[in-house]
Nanobody, 127 residues
Framework: VQLQASGGGLVQAGDSLRLSCAVS????????MGWFRQVSGKEREFVAA????????AYADPVKGRFTISRDDAKNTVYLQMHSLKPEDTAVYYC?????????????????????WGQGTLVTVSS
């Protein structure tokens, strides 16, 4: 199983970025997907999640209204569109795959429930 995250980079406050996570080695449509982020010395924190049927999404309060998670099952890829980036969004962003578990509408905000992780992509937002 591989989760390949990409799209990170150095941007200025107020800019936008789109992260992608290409998944292989599992039945993508059977997994809910999530994005988490981590700053050195801190725990990995939830950013966004999407159910395996794409109907339900969830966001952490700090990113609500600025970030959008989506998935393309034809491409086995999950995306995180980020707008109005702030310096506090600076982190390594990880995608995770959760499942397969009962419930096509389920998703998880908890890192321990995710079965597979990508390698992370660094997002740096300068002020």
């Amino acid at each position: 199983v591989q989760l390949q995250a990409s799209g990170g980079g150095l941007v200025q406050a107020g800019d936008s970025l789109r992260l992608s996570c290409a998944v292989s080695g599992l039945t993508f449509s059977s997994y809910s997907m999530g994005w988490f982020r981590q700053v050195s010395g801190k725990e990995r924190e939830f950013v966004a999640a999407i159910s395996r049927n794409g109907v339900n999404t969830a966001y952490a309060d700090p990113v609500k209204g600025r970030f959008t998670i989506s998935r393309d099952d034809a491409k086995n890829t999950v995306y995180l569109q980020m707008h109005s980036l702030k310096p506090e969004d600076t982190a390594v962003y990880y995608c995770g795959a959760d499942g397969p578990k009962p419930g096509s509408n389920r998703y998880s905000r908890f890192a321990y429930q995710y079965d597979y992780w990508g390698q992370g992509t660094l997002v740096t937002v300068s002020s």
